[in-house]
C-alpha cells in the first residue's frame, strides 16, 4: 500500500513574506498620501492668505480708501489679521473683508523695509491708548506702504510662504521658499 506524504498544515515562509511585503507597501503609500494632505492644507491655507490681501489692495483702489493691516493676534487668538479702513484721518476696524484666521500651526512674521517713522509726526490722535494702527497700508494708488514681506510658516511643514508687493501688477505676489 502506497501511503502519500502527510500534508502540514499552516504558510510557507514564501506565502507569509509576500503579505508582509504587502502590508509594507500599503503602509507606505497611506503615510505618503496623509503627507500630501498636510501640505496640501498648508498650500490652501497660504493660496486664501494671498487671496485675502489682494482683496484688500482691490478693495482700497475701488473705494479710494486706504486699507491697513492689523496684526491681531495678542488680542484675538482666533484672528491674526484684521483689515483696517482709513477714514476722516482715524484708522477703523472693517467688516468687510472679514478678518484672516491662521491655523493654530501657522506663524507670521512681517519684515518692514522702512518705518512710518510715526514719532516725527506730531499728531494728537496718534498718542490716544485705544488709537489703531496698521503694520502696512495698501493705499488706492496701487502701493503698499512702508515697503514689507509678509512670511508665512507652519510648525510641522518646512515651506515658507513669503508675500511681497509686485509694483508691476500692483498686487501681492507668493513665492514658496525651502529651508
Known sequence: MHRS????AGFT???????????A????????????????????QAETLLVWLNQLS?????EGVAYGIMDNREQEPGEALQPLAYFRQHWFVTSYPEPFSLDN????EWTLFRTLGL???????L?????????VAMLPDGYIEPAAELRLSFASSPLTYIYRWDEQTASMVMLKSAP
Open 25 to 44: 507597501t500599503i503602509s507606505a503609500m497611506s503615510l505618503f498620501a496623509i503627507n500630501q494632505a498636510f501640505d496640501r492644507r498648508y498650500q490652501t
Open 105 to 108: 500651526e501657522a506663524r507670521i
Open 13 to 23: 515562509l514564501i506565502e507569509i513574506s509576500v503579505v508582509v511585503i504587502i502590508l
Open 119 to 125: 514719532d516725527d509726526i506730531d499728531d494728537p490722535l
Open 5 to 8: 506524504p502527510r500534508r502540514q
Open 127 to 135: 498718542n490716544e491708548q485705544d488709537a489703531l494702527i496698521p503694520l
Open 58 to 62: 482691490e478693495q482700497a483702489a475701488l
